[in-house]
């Protein structure tokens, strides 16, 4: 299957419009390092559609590969329930290499997060739902790995660098309007 | 040299008993080569009678296209098995070996092995690449009746993913429930289970 089953909806957290016109969605661990090669790739593409791109970062971690995937996920969504998803993303994927539960409340910390919120968020697992939710709704889009791009709805196959990823975008260089 | 985006092979379409198979378990690891493998280390087909399984042929331990596949399917194991489905891998490597990588990865369902004679199970089910010497990357989803009623074989470096399995069980499932009522209807005549 390579079609988007879930469109990006009030679930999710975007980045630019919701409504913009071109839609990227990702499916990411962010212990996974091909998802942290993709991490500035992604950021390259959004700065160059600044305001014409809607991009949503979905869970698909893998525990098996990656033991601190599921807590740094839930991190992020515990970051999110204070406003800052998209901070505490970039934290994560900057530092792959240290998601401990230590790390993860260092990074709360320097965010300037209610650190004790954020810590009983991970103690209790109070997003635990939300992720595993996002898993099962990409395996059911036919997610096999990660990083996973739908553009448009429409699976990304192949290299997810910049150029290509703002060619499935928004066609090649020389197609683009100006 | 083994292409491994040849065409692959034609995995045993739905409607088709599925065919017998014996294989021992990577819980066989624990003794020696040589000694006799007693009789709970097994996994065969009459196991599996009276539920769905899900059999998840793989062409080798320890490579890069099948960790991934092998720890979604250990991933979603819980909604597979909510489903009522029993979740079996089959590869040609050795228990020894499926025994290393089960603990590398923290596989939740068994790894079984078609080591010997080698590859004797994956060539019954329409799924072994005979130039490389390893099973194809096929998936089948048994009915509780022990007949194929969805597969699926993919290109050796593509992770199909579980997004098939998942469908196939749910479709599975809601055809017991329309078609159940006690006592449990006998399966259909062989060669009319349900098209992928």
Known sequence: MTELRSP???????????????????????ECPSCGAAFPEVETVRRALEGRLAF?????PLPQLHPHAALAAEAAEAAAAQGRFWEMHRLLFENQEALGPGALVSYAEALGLDVERFRTDLDE??????????????ARSGVNGTPTFFVNGQR????????????????????RAP | MPDPVAQPSRPLPAGTPAPPFRLPSVEAAELPPGHPVPHDR???LEDLAGAPAVLVFYPADFTPVCGEELAIF??????????????????????WCHRAYTDERNLRFPLLSDFHPKGE??????????????????LFVLDRDGTVFWSSVSPMDENPGVDGVLE????????????????????EPRGEGARP
């Open chain 2, 74 to 95: 250990s991933e979603i194991l819980p909604e597979l098995e909510a489903l009522g489905a029993r979740v079996l891998g089959i590869s040609v490597d050795s228990v």
């Open chain 1, 156 to 175: 990304h196959q192949g290299r997810f660098d910049a150029d290509a990823l703002l060619e499935a975008l928004v066609g090649a260089p020389s197609e």
């Open chain 2, 168 to 187: 196939a069980l749910e479709r599975l499932g809601q055809q017991a429930r329309e078609g159940s009522g006690p006592p449990q209807p006998r399966r």
């Open chain 1, 56 to 60: 949503a970062f979905r869970h698909f």
């Open chain 1, 8 to 30: 990006i909806g009030p679930d999710d957290h975007v980045a630019g419009p919701r409504d913009a016109p071109v839609q990227l969605v990702e499916y990411g661990d962010f």
């Open chain 2, 42 to 44: 097994w996994r065969s």
């Open chain 2, 121 to 138: 199970t994956s060539r019954r089910y329409g799924c072994y690449r005979e130039d490389a010497g390893v099973c194809e990357r096929a």
């Open chain 1, 125 to 138: 697992r109070r997003h635990r739902q939300k992720v595993r939710r996002q898993f099962l709704d990409g």
